[in-house]
């Protein structure tokens, strides 16, 4: 290889070398980011517990855990003047390990767009179920060229009451058991006497497992009965409330609307509008207090304070995961810097949520479970019983 024909590819290699470590410290370079805290920690919220005023195993009430948003620049300093746009995915469906509320698995949870002035955006929300969530995140400027709009996924797990896992154990043993007692009577050598159909210890099971259906059959019909009652007595006339979503004072007229009912399952769509009476124009020196509540336990679901865009308005997607009726309350009051103060006052709406039922497909899967437990017990009582009826045999 001739001299110059050396430093050429010397000279290659030192330029294509800088060209790659450009690439790398640029794509190594710091960028904005969101910041997600909560509050309590991730690791000591649990899933909500269906039909209770509070936590299973704890004494304390039912509360929504905040989560608390923070855009921040490539040095970390809080970006300012921002647009945050949140939204909040459930764990994703599993047919074979499912949750408390199967309906609510893979599906969006809160979808919510507000300004940020201090790139921070703190929601409180209940979470339902056990599993990994993800908060899809989009920041942009509200002043055009502030920087550069950026999306980001931040994701957490939410661990399982740990009390499911010891009633759980408790319920195997119990199924384990049963299926044991079963197994060691009919492993036991019985001989069927003239007329008989089977064993006497045979047709002694089978009716205490007849029996047992029975009282399961009429405490199922009873539940229902009651279930029904109830049903119809919540269906009864309630007093008449302000269900408008009209309020006004002292010159600003605040109008909720959006979906009067929900499914669970499909995030409802809500809505603000806040605006001057006199002058008919949108209203953006106010603050907005959200509060969503379950009123048939009285528990949070949902809590947020907003301020409306430059149209005066709010909108956000949110689901109610437990069918049962909602009470959406806004209170409306001044901007504590603003130049116009006035008494605060609230608009409400009532939603009606629709339960809707576990698919027949998981009520098979968790029956199937406890029947394969159910067996393994038989199984192992029938083994231990003729194992010990054949040493019995021997001596």
């Given at each position: 290889m001739s001299k110059f024909k050396f430093h050429a590819l010397?000279?290659?290699?030192?330029?294509?070398?800088?060209?790659?470590?450009?690439?790398?410290?640029?794509?190594?370079?710091?960028?904005?980011?969101?910041?997600?805290?909560?509050?309590?920690?991730?690791?000591?919220v649990l899933p909500f517990e269906a039909e209770a005023d509070t936590p299973l195993g704890s004494h304390k009430p039912t509360s929504p855990t905040s989560l608390q948003l923070q855009a921040v620049d490539a040095v970390g300093k809080p970006l300012?003047?921002?647009?945050?746009?949140?939204?909040?995915?459930?764990?994703?469906?599993?047919?074979?390990?499912?949750?408390?509320?199967?309906?609510?698995?893979?599906?969006?949870?809160?979808?919510?767009?507000?300004?940020?002035?201090?790139?921070?955006?703190?929601?409180?929300?209940?979470?339902?179920i056990r599993g990994r969530y993800e908060l899809l995140v989009n920041v942009t400027p509200l002043q055009v060229g502030a920087f550069a709009p950026f999306e980001q996924t931040i994701t957490f797990n939410l661990p399982e009451n740990p009390l499911k896992y010891k009633y759980f154990g408790i319920l195997v043993v119990i199924l384990l058991i049963v299926g044991f007692g079963g197994g060691w009577v009919i492993g036991g050598s019985q001989a069927i006497q003239p007329g008989e159909i089977a064993p006497s210890r045979v047709r002694l099971l089978l009716?205490?497992?007849?029996?047992?259906?029975?009282?399961?059959?009429?405490?199922?019909?009873?539940?229902?009965?009651?279930?029904?009652?109830?049903?119809?007595?919540?269906?009864?006339?309630?007093?008449?409330t302000d269900n408008s979503g009209i309020g006004e004072s002292q010159g600003l007229k605040a109008q909720f609307s959006g979906d009067t009912s929900a499914t669970v399952g499909i995030p409802a769509k809500l809505q603000l509008q806040v605006t001057d009476t006199t002058t008919n124009q949108p209203a953006t020196d106010v603050l907005f207090n959200i509060k969503a509540t379950q009123l048939e336990e009285n528990w949070v679901a949902f809590a947020y304070q907003a301020t409306?865009?430059?149209?005066?308005?709010?909108?956000?997607?949110?689901?109610?995961?437990?069918?049962?009726?909602?009470?959406?309350?806004?209170?409306?009051?001044?901007?504590?810097?603003?130049?116009?103060?006035?008494?605060?006052?609230?608009?409400?709406?009532?939603?009606?949520?629709?339960?809707?039922?576990?698919?027949?497909?998981?009520?098979?899967?968790?029956?199937?479970?406890?029947?394969?437990?159910?067996?393994?017990?038989?199984?192992?009582?029938?083994?231990?019983?003729?194992?010990?009826?054949?040493?019995?045999?021997?001596?």
């Open positions: 010397i000279s290659a290699v030192l330029l294509i070398s800088v060209v790659f470590s450009g690439l790398v410290g640029l794509s190594q370079s710091p960028h904005p980011t969101v910041r997600l805290t909560t509050d309590p920690p991730i690791s000591q300012e003047n921002t647009k945050i746009h949140l939204q909040i995915l459930t764990p994703p469906r599993n047919i074979w390990l499912t949750t408390d509320f199967p309906i609510v698995e893979g599906t969006k949870l809160l979808d919510l767009e507000a300004n940020a002035p201090q790139g921070k955006l703190v929601v409180q929300q209940t979470l339902p009716s205490g497992a007849i029996i047992v259906a029975i009282a399961a059959l009429i405490f199922i019909n009873v539940n229902a009965e009651m279930a029904e009652s109830h049903m119809s007595h919540m269906s009864e006339p309630a007093p008449k409306p865009d430059s149209a005066g308005q709010l909108k956000w997607l949110s689901e109610f995961f437990d069918g049962a009726p909602h009470s959406v309350e806004v209170q409306v009051s001044p901007q504590p810097n603003a130049i116009r103060q006035f008494q605060p006052f609230k608009v409400k709406k009532e939603i009606e949520v629709e339960a809707v039922s576990p698919p027949l497909s998981v009520r098979f899967i968790g029956l199937a479970y406890f029947t394969i437990f159910v067996i393994i017990g038989l199984l192992i009582g029938m083994r231990v019983r003729q194992l010990r009826g054949q040493r019995e045999a021997r001596t």
